[in-house]
């Protein structure tokens, strides 16, 4: 889960790292107090706000009353805009980039430092990568003091190098504590009055989320006035019932038993000349109640002409799944032809639990997407 | 030789008494695989399907020799069981477990290496040289003893392709499922490198996935160190940027994560490459393997 700014800055806030004077504003929220001159920030979880419009300055309550009003209900990269960030305006005098994520394959914590702040990191990693500085962090020491030298005297701030140490012992802080996988803060903002993070980017681990109480729950909830526009039926039941649901836009239904063998199908549905409807796995440990969840999530959209089901089991159990095929049958009429193909574990007492509801299931792929293909066509 | 499993590895299962556990191990023990023992916190003294169950690693190393620990433990206990199984110096670990939070990942799989331990997954279908030894949940029948290894990130994808080969008469070396990430024991970069050192192996299939960049270190070695052929598939051509296409891994956010970028790399250094499974077995085909 991304944070939004205003969440991650008050995370940052409680942890002593610095961020500007800033107020929560909604559709009915009183303007007259705030800092001004302010900065108005809509709160998205996108990158690229300040190009994309989502960030305005106001001198006063009249103007703060016009941005707000132009950019609330407004979709910004597709996320409707349901609250403002109003922030008190800040000189800065040298902007900075600073981050801790995950380094997926050398399987550490990395630190990373640049004085390029402000701007899209990943360009200046494409364009001038010995402008960012990285230096990886072991988990079984930590954080060292030399590090925090280090990173300050490469990036350039040297006379701040206490308050900059205090940062960033903060953040590795905040990424341990709270199971996050980034935490970023682009631009760190140098002022007449020290450091202060301009804009604040956390990722949780939702895999961690058991073990924060309900942190991650409420932080969640904070989130979900009625997110995205246009969300579909399908997206909203998907996140509900935590099923891996990705919309495409097509006519053909898909699930799978597997992420690489449901990628592999709708690379496979396009080459047969169809078009997926979305992509939707159970993972490895899918049952009955996970394959009736899908069904209903993948068949409340109402493109879908033909569902094809991709099943090869190794931990998944193809009794089980059908099972999941044949109860959700029971209280449901289909209103699409539906593909199953079905082999690998159990699929002996698959096949016959899906016979005994008139189903046939097929073993070949590539068979079982022509069928689909050449159905949705037809229909 | 095979890598990793041949027919003496001995298998100590990890959460052997739970519903996947048992059942797998009742699966794997059709298949012929030798489980000497299995392991339950507070099930010591009891028996799954004939297998003395104990409460501890180290109490099971005391009656048995194991070389492979396979764990079934749900997420939340995942990183524990992980960590005594490194600490009994157990050679290989196993984590079919998905959903472990990356913070325990990170610190199992360092401890790991400090130990020299190698450790497969998590998120893992686990390891097969068929015929030999099943130290994982691949389903019997796509399997069939021969001279092809595969790595996959994805378990059901590595059945797929095994499944063409296999009615085809194509059988296969060792079926390494390194996991769905986001963060790998063994990379695919270090099967390779077991695989171009195997006499049973005469070919390797990679099959990658959009997301991640594991695929860019993986063409950088065989270009510099692999003389088998290699016939890469790399799935998810059609996923759209930005979404989770149901493994952690594959998210694509960079521009050396998509499966064009793989594609063009592994390409570049001398892997052939297929489109789809039959692609893998015409190529297997027509290099007379």
Request: contains cysteine.
């Amino acid at each position: 889960m991304r944070l939004l700014e205003f969440q991650a800055k008050r995370l940052f806030s409680e942890h002593g790292i610095p961020v500007p004077i800033n107020v929560l504003l909604g559709s009915s929220s009183n303007l007259e107090n705030l800092p001004y001159p302010v900065m108005l920030k809509a709160q998205v979880p996108v990158g690229g706000r300040g190009k994309a419009g989502a960030i305005r300055p106001a001198a006063d309550a009249n103007q703060a009353a016009v941005v707000l009003g132009e950019l609330l209900n407004t979709p910004i990269k597709g996320n409707l805009v349901r609250a403002v960030l109003a922030e008190e305006k800040v000189e800065v005098q040298k902007e900075l980039y600073l981050a801790l994520v995950i380094d997926k394959l050398a399987r550490l914590p990395v630190i990373m430092a640049s004085d390029a702040g402000g701007i899209d990191i990943e360009q200046v990693a494409r364009e001038r990568p010995a402008q960012i500085t990285k230096r990886y962090i072991d988990p079984f020491i930590g954080l060292s003091d030399y590090t925090v030298r280090y990173l300050a005297k490469r990036i350039g701030i040297e006379e701040h190098v206490r308050d900059f140490a205090k940062l960033v012992y903060s953040l590795f802080g905040i990424l341990q504590r709270y199971d996050c996988t980034l935490v970023e803060i682009n631009p760190l903002a140098v002022t007449s009055n020290g450091l202060l993070a301009l804009d604040a980017k956390i990722v949780l681990d939702d895999k961690a989320g058991y073990r924060h109480g309900d942190l991650f729950g409420k932080l969640k909830a904070e989130q979900t006035w009625p997110g995205k526009d246009g969300r579909s039926r399908s997206e909203e039941l998907a996140e509900e019932k935590g099923i891996t649901y990705v919309p495409l836009g097509g006519d053909v239904g898909m699930i799978s038993d597997g992420a690489g063998t449901g990628m592999l199908t709708l690379d496979l549905i396009q080459d047969a000349g169809g078009e997926a409807a979305n992509f939707c796995e159970l993972g490895g440990f899918g049952g009955k109640e996970s394959m009736q969840q899908a069904l209903e999530v993948v068949l409340a959209n109402p493109r879908v002409k033909v569902l094809l089901i991709s099943l090869i089991g190794g931990l998944t159990r193809m009794d089980e799944v059908a099972d999941g095929i044949a109860a959700y049958l029971e209280g449901h009429e289909l209103a699409v032809p539906l593909v199953v193909r079905m082999c690998g574990t159990q699929e002996e007492a698959g096949r016959a639990r899906l016979q005994a509801v008139g189903i046939k299931a097929l073993d070949d792929l590539q068979a079982a997407i022509r069928t689909a293909v050449e159905t949705a066509r037809r229909s | 030789m095979t890598i990793l499993v041949h027919e003496s590895t001995r298998v100590l299962v990890q959460g052997i008494t739970g519903r996947v556990g048992s059942f797998q191990t009742k699966v794997m023990r059709e298949y012929g695989t030798k489980i000497v023992a299995g392991v339950t916190p507070g099930k010591g003294g009891t028996m799954v399907d004939g297998i003395p169950v104990y409460d501890l690693v180290e109490d099971a190393l005391c009656e048995h020799e194991v070389d492979v620990a396979l764990s079934f433990v749900p997420a939340r206990f995942a990183k524990d069981a992980a960590i005594e199984a490194i600490e009994s110096r157990i050679h290989v670990v196993v984590l079919t477990t998905g959903g472990i939070p990356d913070r325990d990942v990170l610190t199992l799989l360092n401890y790991a290496t400090i130990k020299g331990i190698r450790v497969l997954g998590p998120d893992t279908p686990g390891v097969v040289s068929p015929g030999k030894c099943k130290a994982g949940v691949h389903p019997d029948r796509v399997l069939k003893q021969g001279h092809v290894g595969v790595v996959s990130k994805s378990g059901a994808l590595s059945y797929e392709v095994c499944k063409l080969l296999t009615e085809h008469s194509i059988g296969q070396s060792t079926i390494v499922g390194i996991g769905g990430g986001p963060l790998w024991g063994l990379t695919q970069r270090e099967v390779l490198e077991m695989f171009e050192s195997d006499p049973d192996t005469k070919l390797v299939v990679m099959l990658g996935e959009v997301g991640g960049t594991m695929e860019h270190e993986a063409a950088v070695f065989i270009e510099q160190h692999i003389t088998k052929p290699v016939i890469s598939l790399i799935v998810g051509r059609t996923a759209p940027t930005g979404a989770r296409m149901g493994h952690a891994g594959a998210i694509i956010e960079g521009e050396g994560e998509t499966a064009e970028s793989k594609i063009s790399a592994l390409r570049k250094a001398g892997s052939l490459i297929a489109r789809d499974p039959a692609e893998i077995l015409s190529r297997i085909q027509a290099l007379g393997v």
